[in-house]
């Protein structure tokens, strides 16, 4: 799918049908017809509007004579396939190409970072300063990621309160896709981080004194967001060997349970079986063998299994 916008200098976003000088065209999932025609029309290779298609693209920048193309990783929500599971945060690529008078972007799927845009819901937003509107999607992009490491760390503390009542699968299940999840984050943030040191560097990002504080906060909310990441992971890689470690020590009591029982269910046992021998045995003439024989074993059941409780021996 492919739209074209330009904004007017009214501040209103118009939806264009053709290519036009300092117009934004978006790419979701473009078919071949419409990479053909942007590359020819534009004059941009056609590899890199496919790269950012690749879902294993990694994050990068390059420049070109008539283009320049950087490649971030951005955070989405994507539902589970398999029903009553719950969505789960993950990284795709995002590409930014810079020409003189266009800007492209093209993702393999729709994101809400440029739907903002697509809105007109993003302050001093215009198609034609594509410096700007390069720093405004940084910007929106790291913003996400601090949301969704929120959210993250919500579904975490609920999914803890869940496990304080009873350690089910389920919830150990969650916490583990949370914490592939900020594995996700960590790598694709480090990875931006590269890329945006190198873009950073390049003197057009800098000429624009307007933007300087724009660039400032692009900054600091990319380093916020691996700083989060960082930490989040750590409590949760925690949280993760702590039930691991609460499980082992359950199984642990579990088995020494059943271990003290099986010692205790053998005493009588070995008692009925020395007199299904057929020799001489101790009260064997007794009216009331059987209930003396019983009473001595469930008074060894009960001494045994109440010593072993009591000295733990295990």
């Not at 949280?239 to 609460?246: F, G, L, N, R």
């Not at 045995?281 to 007794?286: A, K």
């Given at each position: 799918?492919?739209?074209?916008?330009?904004?007017?200098?009214?501040?209103?976003?118009?939806?264009?049908?053709?290519?036009?000088?300092?117009?934004?065209?978006?790419?979701?999932?473009?078919?071949?017809?419409?990479?053909?025609?942007?590359?020819?029309?534009?004059?941009?290779?056609?590899?890199?509007?496919?790269?950012?298609?690749?879902?294993?693209?990694?994050?990068?920048?390059?420049?070109?004579?008539?283009?320049?193309?950087?490649?971030?990783?951005?955070?989405?929500?994507?539902?589970?396939?398999?029903?009553?599971?719950?969505?789960?945060?993950?990284?795709?690529?995002?590409?930014?190409?810079?020409?003189?008078?266009y800007i492209v972007t093209t993702?393999?799927?729709?994101?809400?970072?440029?739907?903002?845009?697509?809105?007109?819901?993003?302050?001093?937003?215009?198609?034609?300063?594509?410096?700007?509107?390069?720093?405004?999607?940084?910007?929106?992009?790291?913003?996400?990621?601090?949301?969704?490491?929120?959210?993250?760390?919500?579904?975490?503390?609920?999914?803890?309160?869940?496990?304080?009542?009873?350690?089910?699968?389920?919830?150990?299940?969650?916490?583990?896709?949370?914490?592939?999840?900020?594995?996700?984050?960590?790598?694709?943030?480090?990875?931006?981080?590269?890329?945006?040191?190198?873009?950073?560097?390049?003197?057009?990002?800098?000429?624009?004194?307007?933007?300087?504080?724009?660039?400032?906060?692009?900054?600091?909310?990319?380093?916020?967001?691996?700083?989060?990441?960082?930490?989040?992971?750590?409590?949760?890689?925690?949280?993760?060997?702590?039930?691991?470690?609460?499980?082992?020590?359950?199984?642990?009591?579990v088995m020494k349970f059943l271990?003290?029982?099986?010692?205790?269910?053998?005493?009588?046992?070995?008692?009925?079986?020395?007199?299904?021998?057929?020799?001489?045995?101790?009260?064997?003439?007794?009216?009331?063998?059987?209930?003396?024989?019983?009473?001595?074993?469930?008074?060894?059941?009960?001494?045994?299994?109440?010593?072993?409780?009591?000295?733990?021996?295990?």
């Amino acid at each position: 799918m492919m739209k074209i916008f330009r904004s007017t200098m009214e501040r209103e976003l118009e939806t264009l049908e053709s290519f036009e000088k300092g117009s934004w065209i978006n790419l979701v999932n473009p078919t071949k017809e419409e990479i053909d025609e942007v590359s020819e029309k534009l004059g941009i290779e056609r590899e890199a509007i496919v790269a950012p298609l690749d879902v294993e693209e990694s994050p990068r920048m390059e420049i070109e004579d008539d283009f320049m193309l950087i490649i971030v990783d951005i955070p989405i929500l994507e539902e589970s396939e398999q029903e009553g599971q719950n969505s789960y945060f993950t990284t795709i690529p995002l590409g930014i190409i810079i020409s003189d008078d266009y800007i492209v972007t093209t993702c393999s799927e729709e994101t809400n970072i440029l739907k903002l845009f697509e809105e007109n819901r993003i302050k001093s937003f215009f198609t034609f300063k594509k410096n700007r509107f390069l720093l405004q999607i940084l910007y929106r992009m790291a913003a996400k990621y601090l949301a969704y490491l929120k959210q993250i760390d919500r579904r975490s503390s609920r999914i803890q309160r869940q496990l304080h009542k009873s350690t089910r699968n389920k919830e150990l299940i969650q916490l583990f896709d949370l914490e592939n999840s900020l594995i996700y984050f960590s790598t694709s943030l480090k990875a931006n981080e590269m890329a945006l040191e190198k873009l950073l560097k390049t003197e057009s990002i800098r000429k624009y004194p307007e933007d300087q504080d724009l660039l400032e906060d692009v900054i600091i909310e990319g380093k916020q967001a691996i700083e989060m990441t960082n930490i989040y992971s750590r409590i949760l890689s925690g949280t993760m060997d702590t039930y691991a470690s609460v499980i082992s020590n359950n199984q642990n009591t579990v088995m020494k349970f059943l271990a003290i029982i099986t010692l205790g269910i053998s005493i009588p046992n070995i008692i009925t079986s020395f007199y299904g021998m057929n020799i001489e045995l101790p009260l064997q003439d007794n009216p009331y063998a059987y209930l003396i024989i019983a009473g001595i074993s469930i008074v060894l059941v009960v001494g045994v299994t109440v010593g072993l409780g009591k000295n733990n021996p295990f």
